[in-house]
């Protein structure tokens, strides 16, 4: 693999680049996320810890608000949109503190600040007032 100099071919080094490259993009990444998360499949952002924000949105009179919008800022920033029943799931989320906005036409934005996600499913449910 070296020649009288000392210095690798670098055609070696190619086939050896391509090699890894190719065990990577065919599936072996989930056994390397595997053996990181000690035999836990890794989440949406790879195989760190995530968490989730699940919940609803409602009316006081406890009708779910379609169209609502929430923001959620933290060490990552992420929007959803209500279903008509007012039902929310978020994507996996790096787990840490988080802002959580909530506004929708006709109700007063409603804001939570310091709400605190570990690495599992944390449900919300909120209820706006009318303007």
Known sequence: MRLRD???????????????????????????N????GGK?????????????MGTVKNQSGAGIPGAQMLFEGPQ???RNRNSNGGYQTLDLIPGTYKITVTAFGYK???EEGVEL???????????EPQ
Not at 12 to 18: D, G, Q, R
Not at 34 to 37: D, E, P
């Open 41 to 53: 499949e890794g989440g949406r952002n790879g195989p760190w810890p995530s968490g989730k924000f």
């Open 77 to 79: 920033t992420h929007t």
């Open 34 to 37: 595997n053996c990181c998360q």
């Open 6 to 32: 000392g210095c690798v071919r670098f055609s070696e080094l190619m086939i050896v680049f391509i090699l890894l490259f190719s065990i990577s993009i065919c599936g072996c990444t989930k056994i390397i």
């Open 118 to 128: 570990p690495a599992t499913t944390v449900v919300k449910n909120y209820i706006l």
């Open 109 to 111: 934005p409603k804001i």
